[in-house]
Structures are given as structure tokens and as C-alpha cells.
């Protein structure tokens, strides 16, 4: 990473910025917010833009409707930016993503989806997510000990449970949920991300035409009830809602126990006190920050002083949603796991209009499925060396281990 001088509009940092070894604290980060919490950055696609690494700044982008949250690196033809606005299509007449779509589009999109993820309707479904892990939990029994967690049970919770919330047929689900996996591991041998993103597409393609004939108790088939919304995009929002909601959460469970038995007077502090694990959620959320290596971005559509620094209409600016977790002057020690400080602040999970429509599913799996783990396997380690876990690469969409090797020596039989 280069150095840079003094002013924020020298500053010729390249994207993506983080973790240089994914176990170490994020150093160019905490550098850049104690230096220049916004400062200029060189975008993935080259053209120059800006990055926030701070909390402040980093929730006054999201919160500013003077930004758009299409995805449009770089300075763009103002009259792109309008078209785009007024017609709410991406490309070939085709929606954007959810989280790349503005109000109105997005506030209708957004409310046919909320009221199945809102608190109350997804504490409904503990039952059904508690038996998803219950076989999880079996099945990463039956294969250890030694067995990878991230096969046995990162994965496959997240997946079948967006399965469940979704409406997809049981027959389906585990080519549902090995198809997921392996765009979340593009690096594997076997795997073919472009056909598996077609793979992908036609099949929630078909999985909406079936529930449209088959309309049941589902996430699918509110969207489909719902008038306002089109067939492309509930398509579109079926999409997006596997990929916000399985990548992520197995990220979230893969580095949230890696950080519980790297240190293991966290994972014996929680088994002391299980009580304790609604606020040992928000830290693992706010201190692993999986979303960190695709991390949040906003174009202005107009002039705009942000921090001082003035962002032209057209540019683009990362949020660091990682940097403004790690800020000192909103999180005391930062960068030491404390779920004692019982704070429900952080930006794991984004801010604004965008702020994960997915949040109460992600808290309830990550709740029931460190209870659940915790209690099963009271003496749970990581197996083999540090060095044998694998990382997801460094520009991937999350940041969390592709394997996990994991050991116990006795478990009990009460679930
Ligand atoms: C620990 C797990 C998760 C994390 C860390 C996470 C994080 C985020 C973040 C940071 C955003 C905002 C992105 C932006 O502003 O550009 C977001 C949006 C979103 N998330 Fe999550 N997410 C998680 C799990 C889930 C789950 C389980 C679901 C679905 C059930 C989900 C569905 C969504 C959707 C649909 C959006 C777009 C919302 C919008 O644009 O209005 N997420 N998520």
C-alpha cells in the first residue's frame, strides 16, 4: 500500500483497502481513519473516487439523499445518472438490485419484502430455524471429530434457512445450497462462476413462474401477491435476497467462531454465561465486519461537502463499514472483542435506506446457532494449525474462512 501526503485529495489509495492478512486487524484502515477518515481512492475499475473510514462520515453518506446508491464508479455523465433515475432500470430494461435502487422504486420494492423480515414475523420462525440447525449439528457430529464447520454447518444453516423463508421446494434445496456455496468459493476447481450464475438466474427464474402457479406461506409469493411489484422484479429481489443473505450470514458464522476459539476464554466466557449471547452477536458483527471487501458505495448526484472534502456530482464514495466500526471515538478499544459493551450501534449491517432488510434472520441464526453449538459441544477447538484454514480471497464479497476446521472430544446428547 503506497504512502500518501498530508492532503485528503492526494491521497492515492487503491481499492479494495482492509485486511492485508484477514486474522490481523484491519491496519491500513485504522491508518486511514485516524489520518484521513476521507481521502481519495483509486476504484477497482480505475477511475478515482472516495472512501470514508471514520463513523461519522461513514453514516452521514448513507444517511444523504444528495447520494444515489446505483452503482456507477466514477464521474458519470450527468445526464446518465437522470436517466437512470427516472426510468428505475439498470441495463436492457432490466431493475437493479434492491440495493441499488432508489426511492420510489426502492421504497416499494423494499416494503413488499418487510413485512416477512420484520422483528416480530421472523421471531415466528425460531422453531423452524432451531430444527435447521439441529440437523446441522448432527450431521457436523456424524462427521468428526475432526469436521469442517464451514461444511457441516456455515453453509448449510444460512442457505436452508433462506430456502425456508423463501418458499423453495425441499427436493431442491441441497443443489440450491451447493450451487450458492460454490459462487461463494469461485477459487474451488470445479467451479464455474459464470454458468453457475446462470444456473443461478434460471432457476429463480423458474422457482418464481412455480410459485406464481403455486402461491403458498412464503417470501417468493408475497412478492407476488404484492401488485405493485413486476415479474422482473420479484425475480431480481429473489436474487438478491440469496445473495445479501447466504454469503454473508456463512462469512458471519465461519469468523465469528474462529474469533470465539482463536481466543478461547471468549468461547468459555459464552458457555459460562449463555445468557450473554445476544450482545457476544453484536460484537462478533461489529468486530469481524465480514462485508468489509465489498464494501458500501454511494454516487453524488449533486456537489457535496462531505468532511471537508468536496465530492463532485457523477463521483463515487466507498463507505468503510469496517473503519467506522473500528473508530475509537465511537467504540472505546476498539480493537479488543468486548461484548460487554452491549451496543447495538455499530454499521455491520449498513445504514440508511439500505440497512439490511435481512438483519433480524441474520441475528436470530447467529443467536440460535451459537447457543445451540455452545451447548452441544461445550469443548469445541479449532483443529489442526492456523495455517490449514482457508480465506476466502482478499476481494471477495465477504471476508470469513472457506474452511474451518474444528474438534471436540465429547459432546452432549441434549438438543
Ligand atoms: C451477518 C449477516 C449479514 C450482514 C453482515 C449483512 C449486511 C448488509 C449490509 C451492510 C447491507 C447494506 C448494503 C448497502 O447499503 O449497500 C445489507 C443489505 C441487504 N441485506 Fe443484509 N446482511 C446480512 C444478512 C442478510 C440476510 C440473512 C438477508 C436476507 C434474509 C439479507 C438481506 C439484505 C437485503 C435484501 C439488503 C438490501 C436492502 C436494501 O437495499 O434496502 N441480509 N446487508
Request: glycine content about 8%; some cysteine; proline content about 6%.
Amino acid at each position: 500500500m503506497s504512502t500518501h501526503g498530508g492532503r485528503a485529495t492526494e491521497c492515492p489509495v487503491s481499492m479494495p483497502v482492509g485486511r492485508t492478512r484477514l486474522v490481523d486487524p484491519p491496519t491500513e484502515t485504522v491508518r486511514l481513519l485516524e489520518e484521513q477518515p476521507i481521502c481519495r481512492v483509486r476504484l477497482l475499475n480505475g477511475e478515482s473516487g472516495w472512501l470514508t473510514t471514520n463513523y461519522e462520515l461513514g453514516k452521514a453518506v448513507l444517511a444523504d439523499r444528495r447520494f444515489t446508491a446505483a452503482r456507477i464508479w466514477g464521474r458519470q455523465p450527468v445526464g446518465e445518472l437522470e436517466r437512470w433515475l427516472a426510468e428505475g432500470v439498470a441495463e436492457e430494461g432490466k431493475p437493479p438490485h434492491l440495493n441499488e435502487a432508489d426511492p420510489p422504486f426502492h421504497t416499494r420494492r423494499r416494503r413488499a419484502i418487510m413485512s416477512r423480515l420484520s422483528f416480530k414475523r421472523v421471531q415466528d420462525t425460531r422453531d423452524r430455524v432451531q430444527a435447521i440447525i439441529d440437523d446441522c449439528l448432527d450431521a457436523l457430529e456424524q462427521a468428526g471429530p475432526p469436521a469442517d464447520f464451514m461444511e457441516h454447518f456455515g453453509t448449510p444453516v444460512p442457505g436452508l434457512v433462506l430456502s425456508d423463508l423463501l418458499g423453495v421446494p425441499r427436493q431442491d434445496r441441497e443443489f440450491f445450497v451447493d450451487l450458492t456455496d460454490r459462487i461463494r468459493n469461485p477459487d474451488s476447481p470445479a467451479a464455474d462462476l459464470a454458468g453457475d450464475l446462470r444456473t443461478w438466474d434460471e432457476y429463480v427464474e423458474g422457482l418464481v413462474e412455480y410459485k406464481g402457479r403455486n402461491l403458498g406461506d412464503d417470501l417468493v409469493s408475497d412478492m407476488i401477491r404484492d401488485e405493485s411489484t413486476t415479474h422482473a422484479e420479484v425475480v431480481k429481489d429473489t436474487i438478491g435476497v440469496l445473495q445479501a443473505g447466504h454469503e454473508t450470514t456463512t462469512s458471519q458464522f465461519g469468523y465469528g467462531l474462529f474469533t470465539l476459539l482463536h481466543d478461547i476464554s471468549r468461547w468459555d466466557a459464552l458457555k459460562a454465561d449463555p445468557g450473554s449471547i445476544d450482545r457476544v452477536v453484536e460484537e462478533m458483527l461489529r468486530y469481524n465486519t465480514i462485508i468489509e471487501p465489498n464494501p458500501t458505495e454511494r454516487t453524488a448526484l449533486e456537489d457535496a461537502e462531505i468532511g471537508g472534502a468536496m465530492i463532485l456530482a457523477g463521483e463515487t464514495v466507498i463507505v468503510s463499514l469496517l473503519g467506522a466500526n473500528r473508530d475509537p471515538s465511537r467504540f472505546e478499544a476498539p480493537d479488543e472483542f468486548r461484548p460487554d459493551r452491549n451496543d447495538k450501534g455499530h454499521m455491520a449491517f449498513g445504514g440508511g435506506i439500505h440497512l439490511c432488510a435481512g438483519q433480524h434472520v441474520a441475528r436470530l441464526e447467529l443467536t440460535l446457532g451459537f447457543t445451540s453449538l455452545v451447548r452441544r459441544f461445550p469443548d469445541l477447538r479449532l483443529a489442526g494449525d492456523l495455517e490449514d484454514i482457508r480465506w476466502i480471497r482478499a476481494n471477495a464479497q465477504t471476508a470469513g474462512p472457506l474452511t474451518l476446521p474444528v474438534t471436540w472430544s465429547h459432546h452432549t446428547e441434549e438438543h
